[in-house]
């Protein structure tokens, strides 16, 4: 049981240039979710995805889209990427417990990004 | 909307110190409130939580309480040690996610 996992764990890009942080949880949840984390602004959703199928813009969405590409997998792409975007991105999983809410969740040891 | 706010750090204490990081919360009606430790190089973990309000998370020493009349959730450790040393992260369920605090960093010396 790996819990949740992330691929690369270190990434430099060059400004314009374009990756996938891959994020995969073996624990059956339906939601995931992708953060950012900065120095002094804690963490950042950038999107989610509640069940399969299903994606949402978290609060700082622009220059990213997501894939839910089954319930394990969730990946986050950089388009074009951008010196703003340097930050330490981690992926998450949680179960859907009854009426809705969200239960604990699990997060991945993080994938660090700078864009020169 | 909802919201968590933390205390500012960094926290600076000795070795078997007394310790607590304020946590404040606004939210519509009672959500569970958790406590999230990271430490360096890692990817935040759960350290305690609380379902409903008058409860007590505890784990590893630390304790947490929370206490709707003063909307609050802070956490506290009789002894502080120095692998104690870490990001801690206050956060409320609220739909569909997580709403995180922008996190208080430890720093405990021998």
Partial sequence: NAGVTQTPKFQVLKTGQSMTLQCAQDMNHNSMYWYRQDPGMGLRLIYYSASEGTTDKGEVPNGYNVSRLNKREFSLRLESAAPSQTSVYFCASSEVLAGGLIGEQFFGPGTRLTVL | ?110
């Fill in chain 2, 1 to 110: 909307g909802d919201s968590v706010t933390q205390m500012e750090g960094p926290v600076t204490l000795s070795e078997e110190a007394f310790l607590t990081i304020n946590c404040t919360y606004t939210a519509t009606g009672y959500p569970s409130l958790f406590w999230y430790v990271q430490y360096p190089g890692e990817g935040l973990q759960l350290l305690l939580k609380a379902t409903k309000a008058d409860d007590k998370g505890s784990n590893k020493g630390f304790e947490a309480t929370y206490r709707k009349e003063t909307t609050s959730f802070h956490l506290e450790k009789g002894s502080v040690q120095v692998s104690d040393s870490a990001v801690y992260f206050c956060a409320l369920m609220g739909t569909d996610k997580l709403i995180f605090g922008t996190g208080t960093r430890l720093q405990v010396f021998p």
